[in-house]
């Protein structure tokens, strides 16, 4: 049972433009959502996170958005560089809870 | 970067052999885990540890033990190896539930 999933597999973006990366998640008991970026033979590295008291927080180019409703939680790049192209993963967990449940990912290639 | 260091980096070894794989810390957190990396399924968490001597299991701990004698190092051991064991291992860190994780660049093992 997979408690949070990412659809897309992978999504291309041309450099400048927005990239938008999307996650869903199934447990109402999560309440702190976490985004890694992964470049190959590397391990994941910590990008932003957010609290489910706030729906959007922000650093430079990096914004996530909460919407606890819809149990969705989406990642927007402004403007996508070369250099974005990555593996993102999302990742949850539970108040009171130790673990980390990550989404399966989504390959980000920005191209020129 | 968070001061984790992973050994081996590679590892091939034969079905039915023990191997061992280390993590070592310089950041003394409290909370140290340990993941795997497959296609399709993400990073999955096989053990993580809350303190020096405590341990718990994550959602694939079938074939694997960890141990922590000391805050610095985390071992993890997979008794007698099979091919379904082959994977990308991750090690990661934190201070506290209620900070990101930081993971190490990986532990490449195959089993033949």
């Known amino acids: 049972d997979q408690q949070v999933k990412q659809n897309s597999p992978s999504l291309s973006v041309q450099e400048g433009r927005i990239s938008i990366l999307n996650c869903d998640y199934t447990?109402?008991?999560?309440?702190?959502f976490l985004w890694y970026k992964k470049y190959p033979a590397e391990g994941p590295t910590f990008l932003i996170s957010?609290?489910?008291?706030?729906d959007k927080n922000e650093d430079g180019r990096f914004t996530v958005f909460l919407n606890k409703s819809a149990k969705h939680l989406s990642l927007h790049i402004v403007p996508s560089q070369p250099g974005d192209s990555a593996v993102y993963f999302c990742a949850a967990s539970a108040k009171n809870t130790d673990k980390l449940i990550f989404g399966t990912g989504t390959r980000l290639q920005v191209f020129p | 970067d968070a001061g984790i260091t992973q050994s081996p980096r590679h590892k091939v070894t034969e079905t039915g052999t023990p191997v061992t794989l280390r993590c070592h810390q310089t950041e003394n957190h409290r909370y140290m885990y340990w993941y795997r990396q497959d296609p399709g399924h993400g990073l999955r968490l096989i053990h993580y540890?809350?303190?020096?001597?405590?341990?718990d299991k994550g959602e694939v701990s079938d074939g694997y033990s960890v141990s922590r004698s000391k805050t610095e190092d985390f071992l993890l051991t997979l008794e007698s190896a099979t091919s379904s064991q082959t994977s990308v291992y991750f090690c990661?860190?934190?201070?506290?539930?209620?900070?990101?994780?930081?993971f190490g660049d990986g532990t490449r093992l195959s089993i033949l």
């Open positions: 990661a860190i934190s201070e506290s539930v209620l900070f990101p994780q930081h």
């Open positions: 447990n109402s008991m999560f309440d702190y």
């Open positions: 540890s809350y303190g020096v001597k405590d341990t």
């Open positions: 957010i609290s489910s008291i706030k």
